[in-house]
T-cell receptor, first 113, second 116 residues
């Protein structure tokens, strides 16, 4: 079974630009969550999508948005990039059942210059 | 407000000795706890979990202990190996969430260094 796939792995953008990151969950998983990791800040929860609907949201500004498609693939968009958005963005998928274990992708390293 | 706290940002242990990573939580509604391990530039990988109906769960060199009255859990690694050097995250799941809509609340992580 293929794992969680995130593309691209690395990205360099300039301030003010926007960026879209992609995540393909494990086959059969309907829940996809996005996290931001910066040094010293741990895993900051961005949002979770389940069956194309956002059902949980963290405390991030509206510049951060996402969506999920009918095949459970998800995209995350950040508009008007700031230097502080430089981070490792992680996507995690979970099965539909009662298990709460999340399976993570390798992440997208975003650098804003 | 950090509901899951890992108060030690780093820990250094000699190879072969025991590593003990601690995690405290404040929400009494948490009923399921997980430990993840993360290497640099990779996503976290699941290590071990424990349900609130248990006080101990063991998997090879890894044991997680849960003390519900103290709202404290710990991960023991025995014996520690250099390959265990990574950041360890504690996460908790909230029983008050409905059905499959269970959020995972994460600690900030503890960086473990196992020295040869």
């Amino acid at each position: 079974k293929a794992g969680v796939t995130q593309t691209p792995r690395y990205l360099i953008k300039t301030r003010g630009q926007q960026v879209t990151l992609s995540c393909s969950p494990i086959s059969g998983h309907r829940s996809v969550s996005w996290y931001q990791q910066t040094p010293g800040q741990g895993l900051q929860f961005l949002f979770e999508y389940f069956s194309e609907t956002q059902r949980n949201k963290g405390n991030f500004p509206g510049r951060f948005s996402g969506r999920q498609f009918s095949n459970s693939r998800s995209e995350m968009n950040v508009s008007t990039l700031e230097l502080g958005d430089s981070a490792l963005y992680l996507c995690a998928s979970r099965p539909t059942g009662v298990g709460t274990e999340a399976f993570f992708g390798q992440g997208t390293r975003l650098t804003v210059v | 407000d950090q509901q899951v706290k890992q108060n030690s940002p780093s820990l250094s242990v000699q190879e072969g000795r025991i590593s003990i990573l601690n995690c405290d939580y404040t929400n009494s509604m948490f009923d399921y706890f997980l430990w993840y391990k993360k290497y640099p530039a990779e996503g976290p990988t699941f290590l071990i979990s424990i349900s609130s109906i248990k006080d101990k769960n063991e998997d090879g060199r890894f044991t997680v202990f849960l003390n519900k009255s103290a709202k404290h859990l710990s991960l023991h690694i025995v014996p520690s190996q250099p390959g265990d050097s990574a950041v360890y995250f504690c996460a908790a799941s909230d029983v008050s969430s409905v059905g499959n809509n269970r959020k995972l609340i994460w600690g900030l992580g503890t960086s473990l260094a196992v020295n040869p």
